[in-house]
């Protein structure tokens, strides 16, 4: 069974500070997808990144990049110069290929504040 | 406009009582699937559907059924409803389960069972 762990529940910053959310998951099997999500106060999910096993080439898309390392199998989130919007809960998920495809397993969150 | 609409947005029963949560989608995705929410524990997935009369088990099914008759519909059921299934409950939809592409979310159904 594959397993997600988002070991910090909760992150306070100030505003303008970098923050890395962390993301470790467990799967034996050796093709998947792994995604982040955000949900800000207003309760909504909204898809941030989406990234295969096979593609460890790290990515970053304005104040955001994200970190992918197999070999420790995890899929890092960090936030340069954060703001306020930026405050949400933030979730790190795992999708399966093959006979498992439809199974996703999400992490229970990572909820940032960030302070002005 | 593309979405995913969940009713109701909110939804208060009584033990015992029958209820429907109705997902719909208007972007002709393949795959469809229930999450639940609950403080502390993220989202478990409860059911999902990779095609039209195609739905297998999540991680936490028990107390629900679901179906899809059509491919714009994935109606969750909850046949009766225990306080334990008190919850912020999530539909979610994207264009093929094979090949795991992002989920579009619904606003979600707050339910609370008395």
């Known amino acids: 069974a594959q397993k997600v762990t988002q070991a910090q529940t909760e992150i306070s910053v100030v505003e303008k500070e970098d923050v890395t959310l962390d993301c470790v998951y467990e799967t034996r099997d050796t093709t998947y997808y792994l995604f982040w999500y955000k949900q800000p106060p207003s309760g909504e999910l909204v898809f941030l990144i989406r990234r295969n096993s096979f593609d460890e080439q790290n990515e970053i898309s304005g104040r955001y990049s994200w970190n992918f390392q197999k070999s420790t199998s995890s899929f890092n989130f960090t936030i340069t110069a954060s703001q306020v919007v930026d405050s949400a809960v933030y979730f790190c998920?795992?999708?399966?290929?093959?006979?498992?495809?439809?199974?996703?397993?999400f992490g229970d969150g990572t909820t940032l504040t960030v302070k002005p | 406009e593309a979405q995913v609409t969940q009713n109701p947005r909110y939804l208060i029963t009584v033990t015992g009582k029958k209820l429907t949560v109705t997902c719909s989608q208007n972007m002709n995705h393949e795959y469809m699937s229930w999450y639940r929410q609950d403080p502390g524990l993220g989202l478990r997935q409860i059911y999902y559907?990779?095609?039209?009369?195609?739905?297998d088990k999540g991680d936490v099914p028990e107390g629900y059924k679901v179906s899809r008759k059509e491919k714009r519909n994935f109606p969750l059921i909850l046949e009766s409803p225990s306080p334990n299934q008190t919850s912020l409950y999530f539909c979610?939809?994207?264009?093929?389960?094979?090949?795991?592409?992002?989920?579009?979310f619904g606003s979600g159904t707050q339910l609370s069972v008395l």
């Open positions: 979610a939809s994207s264009l093929s389960g094979l090949t795991n592409e992002k989920l579009f």
């Open positions: 559907s990779m095609n039209v009369e195609v739905t």
């Open positions: 998920a795992l999708s399966l290929y093959n006979t498992n495809a439809g199974k996703s397993t």
